[in-house]
């Protein structure tokens, strides 16, 4: 319909998360009409971040070395570990300070419908995981929607007969919501008020 | 509650609307096609986030516009309230509640209540259980917002659940089945709240509905209408369970708040099979008064009642006892032509009056 190169772009613009075709067209029409400064400090950045930000060994949140900040710190706890689903989670709950110890990132929640089952998530790395750090206690702190309880409810059946404190921040966060929405104040009482699943 | 003022732009056929509305009985005359439907579809948008036809945001927004603009001015017990929302087939719609954007249709829920009768409510007694389940649950939404969540909750873990089936491909593995079990749960603790919500709504509403079908039958017929949950009496887990193979390999839910049914009998006799074309009117009828008539009791505040072309397919014993049975609410009613005699109107609004026709604006504001 359009010029193969302007169509190339909403192509790919349109495989990005939340994007349909007419977001995808639109976005493309307008980075066009962008002067070729602007473009290039978008493409530079993305190739930057590329270049330099990569997954954190052992807890899968952004890190630029083999370990993230929180894992490089060895003030915190390794005996408590905070299951999030997604690096962008890990940023709230540390605006809380209110925990010390250690994240899982896991990738995503359980979603049959974008085909996102427990394999596509690192749940094997985190029993891996409970093991080699000496974990006693996991908090779940997925999101406060449907797949982000389905997951909690998946991992506090998988964890349970392992014998690890298994709770859940639960209280006063909006449901249907994301944990990056939720204020700094309601998710620190959150954590504060967290519900025992399982073991321990 | 009253709707004082409606503006529209770019919804459906209209381009501009700007009407004030008279607090009691409104009659809006105009030819078919014309677009009559069309405004008291834009009025119950605002009262439930969707079109009462069931129409896509697609099918909303006139013909080479962008976005369409819907606006209403409403008058809850001396309280305004401003309620606006921009509907757009590309993005997201833009809701505003007294100038204050709201990102969940729950928050504009619960502002304004809408009573919507239309000649196809026939299909509430003579149709599939989906006509049924809509209805209740429509209904449940209106008693409270927070059922809208229950209802949307019920309908995204199914399609987790159907999805997970589908891509098994009939085989239960372990990791199937761990997974299966968390949905499961997620299914057994929304639909037996959504089920419960049901059952005490119907309760609710069997004295109300006998009352009202009292009237418009003269005395001579009983409706009664329960729920139906072929998962009842075993409760919804142990269903889920025994039916788990079957599931699998139909990869899809088979038991659940998805299949029940509300069952409406006439003086003891099934009222889809056994009553006459006229007395499913009356009862489909009768329903809707009696949901009217709880929504008022429960929330205080009497919804406005929105009558598109009923009159047509009433006698004047139905019209009568129809009009009689709404005395505390604002009514817009439309119609094609002359009018039964039964109904008295505070207004009349003749859209070919207004110079108004198909794909033209309405009102005084419009200069058409
Ligand atoms: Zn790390």
Redo the contacts between chains.
């Keep these: 319909m359009y010029a193969d190169a302007v169509q190339a772009v909403i192509d790919e613009l349109g495989r990005l998360p939340g994007i349909?075709p007419?977001?995808a067209q639109r976005l493309a029409f307008h980075l066009m009409k962008l002067p070729s400064e602007d473009t290039a400090r978008l493409t530079a950045a993305i190739d930057e971040m590329k270049a330099r930000v990569r997954f954190c060994d052992r807890c899968f949140n952004v890190a630029e070395a083999e370990l993230c900040p929180v894992c490089a710190d060895d003030r915190r706890d390794a005996s408590v570990l905070c299951v999030v689903e997604e690096p962008r989670d890990v940023v709230a709950v540390e605006r809380t300070g209110e925990f010390g110890g250690r994240y899982h990132v896991l990738g995503g929640a359980?979603?049959?419908?974008e085909?996102i089952?427990?394999?596509q998530l690192r749940v094997r790395e985190l029993l891996a995981r409970l093991d080699d750090e000496g974990v006693a206690e996991v908090i779940l702190a997925t999101n406060p929607n449907?797949?982000g309880?389905?997951t909690a409810?998946?991992l506090a059946?998988?964890l349970d007969p392992l014998g690890i404190e298994v709770t859940k921040i639960a209280s006063g966060l909006p449901?249907?919501g994301d944990l990056e929405y939720a204020d700094e104040l309601t998710l620190g009482r959150a954590l504060e008020g967290r519900r025992k699943l399982a073991g321990g | 509650m009253t709707i004082t003022r409606l503006w529209l732009t770019d919804y459906r056929n209209h381009r501009e609307v700007d009407l004030a509305l008279d607090p009691g009985v409104t009659l809006l005359l105009g030819p078919n096609g014309w677009g009559k439907t069309n405004l008291l579809e834009a009025v119950a948008w605002l009262s439930r986030g969707s079109s009462f036809r069931g129409a896509p945001t697609e099918a909303l927004v006139r013909q080479g516009a962008e976005r369409a603009v819907v606006r209403a001015e409403v008058d809850d017990g001396g309280r305004p309230i401003l309620l606006e929302a921009e509907l757009s087939p590309?993005?997201r719609n833009r809701i505003q509640v007294n100038r204050q954007r709201v990102t969940?249709l729950r928050d504009l829920l619960g502002h304004f209540r809408t009573t919507v009768f239309a000649p196809d409510d026939l299909a509430l007694v003579k149709g599939s259980p989906g006509e049924r389940r809509t209805w209740i649950d429509d209904l449940l939404v209106d008693l409270h917002p927070r059922n809208h969540?229950l209802r949307a909750?019920v309908e995204?873990?199914l399609?987790?659940?159907n999805?997970?089936l589908k891509?098994a491909r009939g085989r239960l593995t372990d990791?199937v089945a761990?997974?299966l079990?968390?949905?499961d749960?997620?299914l057994v603790e929304a639909g037996e709240a959504l089920a419960a919500a049901r059952t005490e709504a119907l309760a609710a509403l069997e004295p109300l509905a006998a009352a009202v079908s009292d009237r418009l039958t003269d005395g001579r017929s009983t409706l009664t209408a329960t729920l139906v949950a072929e998962w009842a009496t075993e409760g919804l887990a142990a269903a889920l369970h025994r039916v788990r193979d079957d599931d699998l390999r139909r990869g899809m839910t088979t038991v659940g708040p998805q299949r029940d049914d509300v069952r409406l009998t006439l003086d003891g006799l099934p009222a889809r099979t056994h009553a006459s074309q006229g007395e499913q009117r009356s009862s489909a009828l009768a329903l809707r008064l009696a949901g009217h008539r709880l929504v008022a009791e429960r929330t205080g505040s009497t919804p406005v009642v929105l009558l598109d072309d009923v009159f047509s397919e009433l006698d004047r014993e139905r019209t009568r006892a129809l009009v009689s049975l709404v005395p505390d609410a604002q009514v817009v009613v439309t119609a094609a032509s002359v009018l039964p005699d039964e109904v008295r109107f505070d207004a009349v609004m003749d859209l070919a009056g207004l110079g108004a026709g198909p794909g033209t604006g309405v009102g005084a504001g419009a200069g058409t």
Excluded: C, F, H, N
Excluded at chain 1, 110 to 113: F, G, L, Q, T
């Design positions: 349909g007419k977001s359980i979603s049959p419908i085909g089952g427990p394999d449907i797949e309880e389905a409810m998946y059946r998988l449901v249907g | 590309t993005g969940r969540g909750e995204r873990v399609r987790q659940r999805a997970l891509q990791d761990a997974t079990d968390v949905w749960a997620k």
